[in-house]
């Protein structure tokens, strides 16, 4: 079990599981009703009922009544019944009450907050020379000298069961005898990677680098001096008074980080572009001892990086494919075992790396279990709150004893929340135990299988490789909400929400376009057969 403690099994899945196998042995009489497919419409007919009862019940009211009052007049009576009504007011009043309105509604849209929209974004793709096969990555690590057999094999282990696939990108220094982790690798590997998204950006978006307004970058290890946001302030010439911000050491969720802190410059700065900017530097962060537990980054990460175009401009609505609903952050921190679960020190040897805790899956359950229970009632429908509310009352006021089983919580299906999911890709592990707790089927974390697959996990950029993973299927129609969830070292967990504005096309430059066809692989989605793969495929 990911949770320990019996509060966190209000996450498990197995609990729902165990409490309809129970249903289904109470009720004998019923065995083809409980297991019908058919139980998804009353399910969803209840989920009806409950979030458009207001209009059910009071519409036919209202029709009612205004029926029975003007059946009851002839048309010469109703248009008399009006002009008395009318009349009976002063016109002095009628106009100041008429200019009063229009002056609030003016008010109101002045100030109400500006809607944030996300133009566009592009995700770097590496070129074919730096793509590696698991194989070859161990051969790498083996020509670079540094690393024992032991370490070798360890390596190899993970690789084979981590959902990584055969063409992810690494830089080629990592296979090199010499010191990699050095400020010359460091800043050609960055400016490799953040000019080549930005470029695709500005060609995608046709804005002029002048009209940045707001730069923001995040990559966790990799901080230099200048900074990163100055190096793509000193290439690109953007402008003098801009507002630029470099965040380092926030781990894999500091994408989102970087997110809110543009919305809240946008907010403070109207009609104005955000450039955010995420990646993390694969060579500067390799671990070069033998020390297992900081071998693991090794093996996961790879090269990526992503740049993303923010707007509050209202003439921008039209072309923009996004708008931003919610930013869910969750901090840790103040946890001891949280605080440490993720960090980079020194090994024996004195080599650096980032050391991960073996209780890393735990650890997350629990910064999970408090993002979600803050993001729920913004995005959930109000019948899904009432069901967890009034489960989780009943569970608070039923008696417990020792021979009684507790009492079993609802798992609240974040499916009616969302159509599409992108969930940083961080290891096959995480993934496994996400979707069991959350109860997510093999189509919602199917962009995130795929990613961990073709590109590894790539850090905080890794949420929109899974974004162009699903605008490159077709599968993002206007009206569709999308959650990001992203984790990262502090412990933090983090919640992006977006609302699509439009149908997405197909896009012509997309880093999945060369590969596009060949996933869903079978491998990646273990409860699709064959002949419902061939079916998903066409």
């Known amino acids: 079990m990911i949770m320990a403690r019996a509060e966190q099994h209000l996450l498990s899945t197995e609990i729902v599981n165990r409490a309809i196998d129970s249903s289904v042995r109470v009720r004998r009489r019923l065995p083809e009703f409980v297991n019908s497919v058919n139980l998804k419409y009353v399910k969803l007919g209840y989920h009806y009922l409950i979030n458009h009862g207001v209009y059910l019940a009071t519409i036919p009211l209202m029709l009612l009544v205004f029926g029975a009052e003007v059946g009851s007049l002839s048309t010469e009576g109703l248009w008399q019944k009006v002009w008395e009504s009318t009349v009976k007011y002063d016109l002095a009043a009628v106009v100041g009450f008429v200019a009063l309105s229009v002056f609030t509604l003016c008010v109101y849209f002045m100030t109400r907050p500006r809607a944030v929209y996300l133009v566009d974004f592009a995700c770097y793709k590496p070129q074919d020379d730096l793509k590696v096969k698991k194989d070859q990555f161990i051969e790498l690590a083996r020509n670079s000298g540094k690393f024992d057999e032991e370490s070798l094999e360890f390596q190899k282990r993970i690789l084979h069961s981590s959902g990584i696939g055969d063409e992810t990108y690494v830089p080629k220094s990592i296979g090199s005898p010499e010191n990699t982790v050095t400020m ?204 967890f509310f009034s489960t989780l009352i009943w569970r608070i006021l039923s008696p417990n004893s020792e021979n009684s089983k507790p009492t079993k919580p609802y798992i609240p299906d974040y499916k009616l929340a969302f159509e599409h999911f992108c969930v940083h890709a961080a290891s096959k592990t995480v993934l496994d135990e996400l979707q069991r707790n959350l109860g997510l089927s093999d189509q919602n974390l199917e962009a995130s299988r795929a990613v961990l697959h073709r590109f590894g996990n790539t850090s905080s950029s890794s949420i929109w490789y899974e974004l162009a993973y699903l605008e490159a299927k077709g599968q993002v129609k206007g009206g569709d909400r999308v959650w990001q969830l992203a984790f990262g070292s502090g412990l933090k967990c983090n919640s992006a929400v977006w609302k699509s504005l439009r149908g997405i096309k197909k896009p012509v430059r997309n880093p999945w376009m060369d590969c596009i066809d060949r996933y869903p692989q079978a491998g990646l989605i273990p409860s699709l057969g064959k002949k419902f793969l061939a079916n998903f495929k066409s």
């Open 184 to 387: 010359k690798e460091g800043r050609a590997e960055a400016s490799t990677v953040m000019f080549g998204a930005i470029d695709e950006l500005f060609e995608k978006t046709k804005v002029r680098s002048k009209d940045i307004g707001v730069l923001v970058v995040n990559c966790s290890i990799f901080n230099p001096t200048p900074s990163l946001s100055a190096m793509i302030i000193n290439h690109y010439k953007l402008r003098g008074n801009i507002l630029s911000f470099n965040l380092g050491g926030m781990g894999c969720s500091a994408g989102i980080i970087a997110l809110d802190l543009a919305l809240d410059m946008l907010m403070a700065n109207p009609n104005n572009y955000a450039l955010v900017v995420s990646t993390e530097m694969v060579a500067y962060n390799w671990y070069p001892g033998n020390d297992r537990s900081m071998l693991i980054s090794n093996c996961y990460l790879r090269m990526g990086c992503s740049a993303v175009l923010l707007s509050n401009r209202r003439r921008d609505y039209r072309r923009s494919k996004y708008r931003l609903e919610h930013i869910v952050r969750t901090h840790k921190g103040a946890d001891d075992r949280s605080f440490g679960s993720i960090r980079q020190e020194e090994d024996s040897q004195r080599f650096r790396g980032i050391k991960i805790s073996k209780d890393l899956i735990e650890i997350g359950a629990d910064a999970l279990k408090a993002n979600i229970t803050t993001l729920g009632p913004l995005v959930l429908p109000f019948s899904e709150q009432l069901l």
